[in-house]
Structures are given as structure tokens and as C-alpha cells.
């Protein structure tokens, strides 16, 4: 069974840390591009950053740069992100998703997620005093 599962959400406060997984299970994650998404609820979806299979390039949009950080564990078979400096306008459930190629990762960052193959079920992190 193909599986996603994100897990590291919680309360944080403002400047605070916290890291994500996103782990797989019944594939090798490794085998394809990585999004991250972040959504409050009644709002859209909102991309953050793609990591490459392979050469693991990274990318990050402007909101998150210089704060967030993606890595892979091929061991574990998961994708982390590292979240530091965190903000209240950070609070969201945040999902991961496997995306069939680095360009339609892109895209997917934008909004259009006809490359997305499959959805984790999201993990609540709030940021707040």
C-alpha cells in the first residue's frame, strides 16, 4: 500500500523550531520530488518548497526562505523539514506530497497539482505565546 504520512507538528512559540517528516511507506520516496504544502482551514492551499529525487535540490518560496530547510533520510525513506524562526503566520496543517517531476513540482507550488501523486493527511502546527 502506497502511504504518506507527515508527523513533528505541535505548539510552538514565535522563534521556535520544529521539524516535519513526511515517511513513506510501499515505495521508495527517493524515486520522485517531494512538495511541501501548508493550508489554514477555509483558505487555499498554500505551496512552500520542492525537494528533488536523486540530486536533492531544493527549492523554497519567498516566505519561507532562509527559515525552512528540506533534507531526505533514504534510509528512513523520509523528507524532512526543518522549520526555524517560526511566526504565527506559520500556523497551518502542513502536508506533504509526491510529485511526478521537478517542473510539475513547481507548479504545484503555485496551485495546479495535476502532478501530484499522493497526499499525506497533514499535521496541525500552531505557533503562538
Known amino acids: 500500500q502506497v502511504q504518506l504520512e507527515e508527523s513533528g507538528g505541535g505548539l510552538v512559540q514565535p522563534g521556535g523550531s520544529l521539524r516535519l517528516s513526511c515517511a513513506a511507506s510501499?515505495?521508495?520516496?527517493?524515486?520522485?520530488?517531494v512538495g511541501w504544502f501548508r493550508q489554514v482551514p477555509g483558505k487555499k492551499r498554500e505551496g512552500i518548497s520542492c525537494i528533488n529525487n536523486g540530486d536533492d535540490f531544493t527549492y523554497y518560496v519567498d516566505s519561507v526562505k532562509g527559515r525552512f530547510t528540506l533534507s531526505r533520510d533514504n534510509a528512513k525513506n523520509t523528507v524532512y523539514l526543518q522549520m526555524d524562526s517560526l511566526k504565527p503566520e506559520d500556523t497551518a496543517v502542513y502536508f506533504c506530497?509526491?510529485?511526478?517531476?521537478?517542473?510539475?513540482?513547481?507548479?504545484?507550488?503555485?496551485?495546479?497539482?495535476?502532478?501530484?501523486?499522493?497526499w499525506g493527511k497533514g499535521t496541525l502546527v500552531t505557533v503562538s505565546s
Open positions: 510501499g515505495f521508495t520516496l527517493d524515486d520522485t520530488p
Open positions: 506530497a509526491t510529485v511526478r517531476s521537478w517542473p510539475l513540482c513547481h507548479l504545484a507550488l503555485g496551485g495546479t497539482f495535476t502532478g501530484v501523486r499522493d
